[in-house]
Every structure is written in structure tokens, then in C-alpha cells.
């Protein structure tokens, strides 16, 4: 039974025992160092928090805490030791996880798809910024480089160019990037952004593309597509190499900032207000990734629920009335829009005022400049106007703290920006929300022309019921999104068979080309099986797919 479990801690990896295991190790020992092997051979699990996390399980976890469980963690040097790594999989028949930081909080943290496999945690010995270039605005990164520790090499140049960092600024910018995700400064497409990878292959090469397959390419860093197949996407979201430098563009610092918020005081013109947002959008009149948040969402930024004094499973009306009346700056409100504009002073001001004429035909409807959030402590428009211009930013690690032993896990469906696609996706959560009974915290990203709604589901992680409730809740947006036509970016390893097999156009030919591609090119299939749903031959259709 390959199910989810509780029990038999230590683990040890699929189809090996221990005296075979123990041998295994003692040769990847000889191979990167004794000191840079450890075995998850605890009987108890430390969850940590977010700067001290576990390479042995999802700290966060939405199944029990036994189940998403490695065997142990590898810490390469060099791609030298990534590729001698991989050798060694391959004759043990060990699957790996690859992780750069393993922050990915709410979709599974540093823990591996596939119990008992092991992780090679590439960001604690591989984190130099190997390149950073000031003329062309470019930089060439290990997993280990956070987008603090970019942010702060370039202010210690006294460069004029910018990161762009997500919700926490902890993780790992190439981690990041490869799970396509996004910040809120005009680069905020973090794949979009990069340029250029070296990837590991499962079979211990090393594959450099774009430009970087020319021998001493000279542009590497400068397009990203070289000739023939472009093939960096596979390795985005995917199981087929462990991509050991990666390539970015940076953005010039515009020379000039400005970013307001624009309030909306009725839920029911939701719909109203989305469709000038595309306009907006579409149109480039505001410059960066916008957000349009829930004033629910607002409030788990900086309280708890026993802090707001809330006594339901789920929040009424009157209760979101009166914290946000309380709580927030400016409130209360329904609805709170976060848009910037960069440049000269004249192209800024113009941008406002053109976005303030479209806002304005919604009712009670409020717009705040910089000046408005002067006063008093700092607000969530702080973190706002801070990440909007490439500060990184911390408070995000808060946000799951709304239960005690806070956890979340986020529904993440993809749609047009349009009233009809957000409020159908709106209906379903609030549907769900009340039929579990348990809060769920919606808030909207919108890239140019698609809307990412990401929906906070909060549990506390040792109540083995609300996790249930949890995991059914997601479950169920994730089937019935689907039957609406909407797909999620990105999701919890428990729930990544489940979204995969929601991609079904032609009978699923979308996991079936991967799979084909899997057995090409990971044969042994020991490199993050199970990864978004892309499982090796070997473990496929055994019972490993939840
Ligand atoms: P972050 O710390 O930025 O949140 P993680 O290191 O947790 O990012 O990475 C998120 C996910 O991306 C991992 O679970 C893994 O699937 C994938 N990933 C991260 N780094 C690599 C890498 N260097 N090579 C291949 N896949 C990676």
C-alpha cells in the first residue's frame, strides 16, 4: 500500500533494504563528503519555521507529517557533485528530489513527492552569484542565491538595477523562477525573466541551452532561445534535470516610483472592477504585476483569527465589516487594489490620473497616494509599495499564522480577466468555503492578460480533521475549477496527480508526452519521481499516484 501513512519512521527509499541502503551511503559519502550527507534517521519530525526549515519533511504539511518523508539530504559543492550524484542514483536506483532552498512553503516546503526518496538540497554549498552585470542588466545565479542576498550584493555595487521578489524574499531565486512563479515589479514573470540554464541531466551530462550550447558562448545571458528546439521549459515545473546556474534579466531602476491603492467599499461590483483592470492591463497604462486583494486576505497579513476576536469556522459578513472597519488603514472596504507606475514624474502622473478616471465609474470607490499611508505603524500598503519596487520582504512568513500551528495550502486556477471567469471562480470558493466550513482567503494577481487567483486555504497542521477538511476542500476546487474550464499554476505535492490528470484534453496527451520523455531521459526514473504528476516507469500505475 503506497498510500499516505503514518507509520514506520525511519524510511528508507522504494525497493531497498537496509543493509543495501546503509552500503549506498557510505559511497555517496566518499563521494561529496561525510559532512555533506545526512541521514533522516529521527523518530521524531521537526517542523522549524521558515528560515530554519526541515529537509525532511513538508513542514506545512496537509497530509500527516509521516507521510512526505526523505531518507536523507545531499548538500553538493559543485555541478561536478551534482553529476557524481546522479551517477550514484542511477547504479543504486535511488530516486532524488532536487530542491534549490526548499521554501516553497504551502506546495510541499523542501519535502520530496516520492516517500523515502533523497534530497539534494543545492542552495546550502551552491549559492554564489556567479555573474552580475551592470552594463547589460544581467546576472547568472546558483540555487543558493536568495533574493536578499542579490538585493544586497547590488546595493553594495551601488548598481542601479532591481530584483523581483515574491510574497517572502527567502527563497531561492532560480527555485522560484522554476516553478513559474511571480513578483510584483514589471518583471514579475519569473520564468519570463530568465535567460539561459545548466541542467544536470538524469544520466550525469551537463546541458547548457540557448546561447549557452555555444562552446565559450559570449551570449548567454543575452537571448534565450539559441537554435532548434527550445527546450528550457521542460525543465520548469518538471523532472528532467537539476538545473544548476541559471540566467536572469534585471530591471534598469526606471528612475522614478510612485504606487497607490485604490479601495472599493461593495463585494458586488467585484466584476465591475475586474474588467477595468484588464483594460488597465492589457493596455500597459499601470507598469507592474497588479494585485487586487480580498479585504479577508488583507487581514491574515498581520492578525491571527483569536486576535480579530473571530468565533465561527468562517467568517461572516459582519465579521469581514467590522475588522476591516477596525483593522485596516482606510477601511472599511471590500476590495483594495494595489497598482504602481514607474518613469518620469510626467508619465506617472498621467498613468494615475488615467487609471483614477477609469476606476471612477465604480461607486464608492477610493483612491490613496504614499502620503495617505505616512501616519501611524506600517501598513500592508508598505509591503505593497516596498515589493513593487524590488525591496524583498519578510512579513509574508506570517500570513499562515491564522490558526495556531498555521499552515496553508493554495488553490491557484489560471483565468482570462474577465467578470464572468473571476466571479465564477469567487462563487466556487465562497461555495466551498461554506460546505467545509472552513476560511478561505482569495486574493488576485493579474499578470497582461491572465488573472491568477490565489486562494489561501489556513488549517492548523496538528489537528488531523482540519487537515482533512483541508485536503477535501482543495480537492474539490480542483475538480470542479476544472469542469469550468480553469486549471491551477501550481499546487501542493499531494495534489499534483489530481491537477495533472485535470489537463485532460486528448486523454490526458499532455502527461503522456512527459512521460514519454521521462523514460527517455531519466530511464532508471530516479529523478523526482512523481514530480507534477510526471511518475517513471517504473513507479507508474503501482499505486504511488494519489
Ligand atoms: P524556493 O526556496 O525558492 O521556494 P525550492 O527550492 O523550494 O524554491 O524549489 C521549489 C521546487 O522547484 C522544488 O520543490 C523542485 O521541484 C523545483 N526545483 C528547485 N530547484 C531546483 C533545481 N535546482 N533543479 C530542479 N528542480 C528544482
Request: net charge negative; aromatic share 12%.
Amino acid at each position: 500500500d503506497n498510500k499516505p501513512r503514518t507509520e514506520d519512521l525511519p524510511v528508507l527509499p522504494p525497493g531497498i533494504n537496509r543493509s543495501g541502503f546503509n552500503i549506498a551511503i557510505e559511497q555517496l559519502k566518499g563521494l561529496v563528503g561525510n559532512e555533506n550527507v545526512e541521514l533522516n534517521d529521527q523518530e521524531r519530525l521537526e517542523d522549524g519555521w521558515y528560515n530554519e526549515h526541515p529537509n525532511t519533511h513538508d513542514s506545512f504539511h496537509l497530509l500527516d507529517e509521516n507521510d512526505l518523508v526523505s531518507s536523507g539530504a545531499v548538500y553538493p559543492g559543485s555541478t561536478e557533485d551534482v553529476q557524481s550524484i546522479v551517477k550514484w542514483a542511477n547504479r543504486w536506483k535511488i530516486p532524488l528530489y532536487s530542491i534549490s532552498m526548499g521554501r516553497n512553503f504551502g506546495y510541499g516546503g523542501a519535502a520530496p513527492r516520492l516517500r523515502g526518496s533523497i534530497v539534494v538540497d543545492l542552495g546550502r554549498r551552491m549559492n554564489r552569484i556567479l555573474k552580475l552585470n551592470n552594463k547589460s542588466y544581467t546576472c547568472l545565479l546558483e540555487p543558493g542565491v536568495s533574493y536578499f542576498k542579490l538585493y544586497d550584493e547590488i546595493k553594495k555595487n551601488g548598481y542601479d538595477m532591481w530584483v523581483d521578489p515574491p510574497d517572502i524574499g527567502g527563497g531561492s531565486i532560480l527555485g522560484n523562477a522554476l516553478e513559474r512563479g511571480v513578483g510584483y515589479t514589471p518583471y514579475g514573470d519569473h520564468w519570463g525573466t530568465h535567460c539561459g540554464m545548466e541542467v544536470v541531466l538524469p544520466n550525469g551530462e551537463v546541458y547548457r541551452s540557448g546561447m549557452g550550447a555555444i562552446e565559450n558562448s559570449q551570449a548567454w545571458q543575452a537571448s534565450p532561445y539559441g537554435f532548434g528546439p527550445y527546450l528550457d521549459g521542460i525543465f520548469s515545473q518538471g523532472n528532467y534535470g537539476i538545473v544548476t546556474k541559471m540566467g536572469f534579466w534585471l530591471m534598469p531602476d526606471p528612475g522614478g516610483y510612485s504606487s497607490h491603492a485604490i479601495t472599493f467599499d461593495r463585494e458586488e461590483d467585484f466584476g465591475q472592477i475586474i474588467e477595468i483592470i484588464r483594460e488597465i492591463r492589457v493596455r500597459h497604462i499601470s507598469g507592474n504585476v497588479a494585485q487586487l486583494n480580498s479585504a479577508k486576505g488583507e487581514l491574515t497579513f498581520r492578525y491571527t483569527k483569536k486576535e480579530l476576536g473571530i468565533k465561527g469556522n468562517v467568517m461572516t459578513k459582519e465579521d469581514v465589516e467590522r475588522c476591516s472597519r477596525e483593522k485596516l488603514k482606510h477601511g472599511p472596504y471590500s476590495w483594495i487594489f494595489f497598482v504602481s507606475f514607474y518613469g518620469p514624474t510626467e508619465v506617472r502622473t498621467l498613468s494615475w490620473n488615467l487609471v483614477k478616471k477609469m476606476m471612477s465609474k465604480v461607486s464608492d470607490v477610493h483612491f490613496y497616494d504614499e502620503k495617505d499611508y505616512a501616519d501611524g505603524e506600517p501598513d500592508n500598503f508598505h509591503i505593497h509599495h516596498e515589493s513593487s519596487m524590488g525591496i524583498p520582504q519578510f512579513i509574508g512568513a506570517r500570513q499562515a499564522s491564522w490558526y495556531p500551528n498555521g499552515s496553508h495550502s493554495d488553490f491557484t486556477p489560471v483565468s482570462p480577466i474577465t467578470a464572468k471567469d473571476a466571479k465564477q471562480l469567487l462563487d466556487l470558493v465562497y461555495r466551498l468555503q461554506d460546505k467545509y466550513q472552513l476560511d478561505s482567503f482569495p486574493n488576485f494577481v493579474v499578470g497582461v492578460r491572465d488573472l491568477h487567483m490565489i486562494d489561501f486555504i489556513m488549517y492548523d497542521k496538528k489537528d488531523p480533521e482540519m487537515r482533512r477538511k483541508a485536503q477535501l476542500m482543495l480537492r474539490e476546487l480542483i475538480s470542479e475549477g476544472a469542469k469550468l474550464g480553469y486549471g491551477e499554476y501550481r499546487t501542493h505535492l499531494a495534489l499534483q496527480d489530481q491537477v495533472m490528470n485535470t489537463y485532460g484534453f486528448n486523454s490526458c496527451i499532455h502527461r503522456r508526452l512527459c512521460e514519454v520523455i521521462k523514460d527517455a531521459v531519466d530511464p532508471n526514473g530516479i529523478l523526482s519521481p512523481g514530480k507534477a504528476g510526471v511518475w517513471p516507469q517504473w513507479l507508474r500505475g503501482k499505486g504511488w499516484e494519489w
